[in-house]
């Protein structure tokens, strides 16, 4: 059974740090992109950054560039997503995904989602 | 605002059929990229409803349906049960952004009378 499963969401100051991060198991974690989707309060989805199988290749929405960073350890099983300089408008619950192998894009598996607020 | 357009709302009594579109452009649903659709519950992470336009995961009834054609998708849901009162989105890719980003409708919320 495919299960994902993130951690690390806190509430933080505006400028803050977290670094949150999502474990999976029943599947060959090495042999997929992964991605990291957010939903604010009430809002829809939004992606938010994508990383490829040996972390060679990785991707942004524009809003979080230069502020978050995603990786992964694939000896671990693991992907993270390293954010600073939190903004209140980072406010929400962060979705680690698996992509569906053969689209490049989408999620096929999600995990349960961390919260992260940003309030002073 | 989102970069594909949904309706926020639709709604139906049990046993009949709704469907929720999806409306994107040139850039993504158009320039032939894939629709995917999350149904949401409340409280609840989203989960892969249809993938690839109109294919279903294993598990999901085919009450639902995925279908495409020019710069729109649609999701159509038949038979109508309570436990599909949740939130429904699309979602595809847009050459218009850089990097393999994924974009979404706004969600529709599908209410059982």
């Known amino acids: 059974e495919v299960q994902l499963i993130e951690s690390g969401g806190d509430l933080v100051q505006p400028g803050g740090s977290l670094r949150l991060s999502c474990v999976a198991s029943g599947f060959t974690f090495s042999s997929y992109w992964m991605s990291w989707v957010r939903q604010a309060p009430g809002k829809g989805l939004e992606w938010v950054a994508n990383?490829?199988?040996?972390?060679?290749?990785?991707y942004y929405v524009d809003s979080v560039k230069g502020r978050f960073t995603i990786s992964r350890d694939n000896a671990k099983n693991s992907l993270y997503l390293q954010v600073i300089n939190l903004r209140v408008e980072d406010t929400a619950v962060y979705y680690c995904?698996?992509?569906?192998?053969?689209?490049?894009?989408?999620?096929?598996?999600w995990g349960q989602g961390t919260q992260v607020a940003v309030s002073s | 605002q989102s970069v594909l357009t949904q309706p926020p709302s639709v709604s139906g009594a049990p046993g009949l059929r709704v469907t929720i579109s999806c409306t994107g452009s040139i850039s993504n649903i158009g320039a032939g990229y894939d629709v995917h659709w999350y149904q949401q519950l409340p409280g609840t992470a989203p989960k892969l409803l249809i993938y690839?336009?109109?294919n279903r995961p294993s598990g999901v009834p085919d009450r639902f349906s995925g279908s495409k054609s020019g710069t729109s998708a649609s999701l159509a849901i038949t038979g109508l049960q309570a436990e599909d009162e949740a939130d429904y989105y699309c979602?595809?890719?847009?050459?218009?952004?850089?990097?393999?980003?994924?974009?979404f409708g706004g969600g529709t919320k599908l209410t059982v009378l």
């Open positions: 690839g336009n109109n």
């Open positions: 979602q595809s890719h847009d050459s218009n952004f850089s990097g393999s980003n994924w974009v």
């Open positions: 990383i490829k199988q040996d972390g060679s290749e990785k």
């Open positions: 995904a698996r992509v569906i192998g053969s689209y490049g894009h989408g999620g096929d598996y």
